[in-house]
């Protein structure tokens, strides 16, 4: 099955604990859970690299940028202009379960 093809819910400041259930199991399907539940720090590399280690940091760069990208895709316009200056999925992630969690519960 391929993931790419669902559409996680659009997140509009309404029905919250819906919402992030939905986009946890999402996110954890599409192996970008760890950058929400946790801020990741890269060490630098080495000074003389392996091609394994290069390509190990690059794909944890791009999970990163993915994890970002994805939560600004689900929320309205509104809602991301309140985690714009957000730089880490995680970020977002606390920001907006700050704002909304308990809202409908």
Same mark, same amino acid.
């Given at each position: ?10 997140f ?5 604990a819906?919402?992030?259930? *939905?986009m946890?199991?999402? $996110?954890?399907?599409s ?6 539940? %946790?801020? +990741? ?9 392996t ?7 690059e ?6 940028? *993915?994890?970002?990208?994805? $939560? ?9 202009? %309140?985690? +714009? ?10 920001k907006l ?9």
């Amino acid at each position: 099955m391929d993931i790419s093809k669902f559409k996680p819910l659009v997140f509009n400041g309404q029905n919250y604990a819906i919402w992030v259930v *939905k986009m946890e199991f999402f $996110l954890k399907s599409s192996t970008l859970w760890d950058h929400v539940q %946790r801020k +990741i720090v890269l060490n630098p590399l080495p000074t003389d690299p392996t091609l394994a280690q290069i390509k190990l940091r690059e794909e944890v760069l791009a999970r990163k940028a *993915k994890a970002l990208s994805c $939560l600004h895709c689900v929320v309205t316009e509104e809602l991301f202009m %309140r985690i +714009i200056t957000c730089t880490t999925a995680k970020e977002d992630w606390d920001k907006l379960a700050a704002e909304f969690r308990g809202d409908d519960m």
